[in-house]
């Protein structure tokens, strides 16, 4: 296959997964040469595919499969709990590729969370929070990135009242420096200026709105700052995210997870890529999830995917 490929997780078959693979696959595998990870069976028919046994097979058209042997057929729009275990392997496997050092990184197609909880016990948020346990990381950092903004939630998938409690000076200071690291390394970006949103509205205005920009934000951005990183805020999330706004900065980084994605996702859904910074491997996804109400239809668009690859490709350089 020439330079080591990349790997795909096939994520929840009766999603779109499966179906935005092929279109990938037919649009850039030859630019980003990568692996599915998958039961062959969960393709869209007449798929050209071939199974190959390792990664080092050579190149050809097919899109080539490392075989995951899932329990049932897949039902577009039915996530089956029989195919749990299925998808964390898929996962778990690309993991093990990429760490060894036979794939260059790993692009991971959309899980839904509650079937793997039903019909596997998964005990993890997302990909995030497993892939930093497989790689035994205690803190890792979700990263939404397009070319017009780049978002990160301190906390991630936990109900809304639990955010104040989550969101310690620890959890803040680690994801702004993990943040900032990755801007340097991954996005060559030699300065970058972070703005760093606060949790209530108007970012507190002076404590009359909510105690913890002040208290809290304020104190973590002060002695980060003190050495040397550029960060604005806390800012008013409201008005942050507007054109001339994000034109003062490189990344955003915000208190929770819709404070995040509700942008990004607004600007940029059909570009926008997932990456988990702080992991000692490249790991990225496409923003959206499963697509059930359109999936196998054949209408779903690659885009998000596709930059997931391109960008997956140029960090495992
Ligand atoms: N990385 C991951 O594993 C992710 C998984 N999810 C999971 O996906 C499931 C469904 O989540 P939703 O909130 O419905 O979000 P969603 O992104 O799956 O769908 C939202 C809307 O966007 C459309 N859409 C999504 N991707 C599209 C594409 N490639 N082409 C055309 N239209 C597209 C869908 O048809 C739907 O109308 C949930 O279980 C969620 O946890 C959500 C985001 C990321
Ligand atoms: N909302 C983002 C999302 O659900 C993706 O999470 P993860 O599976 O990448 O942790």
Redesign the pocket.
């Known amino acids: 296959m020439g330079e080591r490929p990349l790997v795909m997780s096939c994520g929840d078959p009766s999603g779109i997964g499966p179906e935005i693979a092929v279109k990938a696959w037919e649009a850039i595998g030859r630019e980003c040469p990568f692996v599915w990870l998958g039961d062959p069976k969960h393709l869209p028919d007449g798929c050209d595919f071939r199974v190959v046994p390792d990664l080092t097979a050579p190149a050809s058209g097919a899109l080539p499969v490392l075989p995951v042997s899932f329990a049932a057929a897949a039902h577009a729009g039915q996530p089956d709990p029989a195919n749990a275990a299925g998808v964390i392997e898929a996962v778990r496997r690309g993991v093990e590729l990429v760490q060894s050092g036979a794939a260059r990184g790993l692009v991971t197609c959309p899980?839904h969370k509650a079937a793997l909880k039903a019909g596997a016990g998964f005990g993890f948020p997302?990909?995030?929070?497993y892939l930093a346990h497989l790689a035994g990381m205690k803190r890792v950092v979700?990263m939404l990135a397009s070319d017009t903004l780049r978002v990160v939630p301190v906390t991630i998938?936990i109900p809304l009242s639990d955010v104040p409690r989550a969101l310690t000076a620890d959890a803040l200071e680690d994801t702004i420096r993990i943040t900032h690291a990755a801007l340097i390394r991954d996005f060559e970006i030699a300065h970058p200026r972070i703005a760093v949103a606060g949790l209530n509205p108007h970012a507190g205005e002076d404590g009359t709105m909510g105690h913890e920009d002040g208290t809290l934000i304020a104190p973590v951005l002060e002695r980060l700052r003190a050495e040397g990183i550029d960060l604005r805020g806390p800012l008013p999330a409201d008005t942050m995210f507007h054109a001339p706004a994000r034109a003062r900065y490189d990344a955003a980084v915000c208190m929770y997870?819709d404070q995040a994605?509700i942008p990004i996702k607004t600007l940029a859904f059909d570009e926008g890529v997932?990456v988990t910074l702080g992991l000692p491997f490249v790991r990225t996804?496409p923003d959206h999830?499963t697509a059930y109400d359109i999936a196998g239809q054949g209408v779903a668009r690659p885009d998000s995917l596709i930059a997931a690859l391109r960008m997956a490709w140029n960090m495992g350089a």
């Open positions: 899980i997302g990909h995030t929070e979700m998938h997870h994605l997932n996804s999830g």
